[in-house]
């Protein structure tokens, strides 16, 4: 985290070497353990309607409808 944090104020300070090559966000993104609680909006919004596996395969043939008319 201190290499990114140094890394940063380098590429900061002379903008023209472009993007940092590595970031405090980005090594969080890999460091940090993330987990999301679904409790509410399954509370506010109910259950999904549809099964994972059904919405996958209605937008599969959605697509494939709206390619053959485009074509």
């Known amino acids: 985290m201190r290499l990114a944090g140094i890394t940063e104020t380098l590429f900061r300070a002379l903008p023209f ?5 590595i970031t405090r966000f980005g090594v969080s993104v890999f460091a ?5 609680d679904v409790g509410k909006m399954l509370s506010d919004l109910g259950p999904p309607p549809e099964t994972l596996d059904a919405a996958v395969a209605s937008f ?3 697509e494939k409808e709206r390619q053959a008319s485009i074509s």
């Open 17 to 21: 070497l472009g993007e940092p090559p």
């Open 32 to 36: 940090y353990s993330k987990t999301f």
């Open 60 to 62: 599969v043939s959605w």
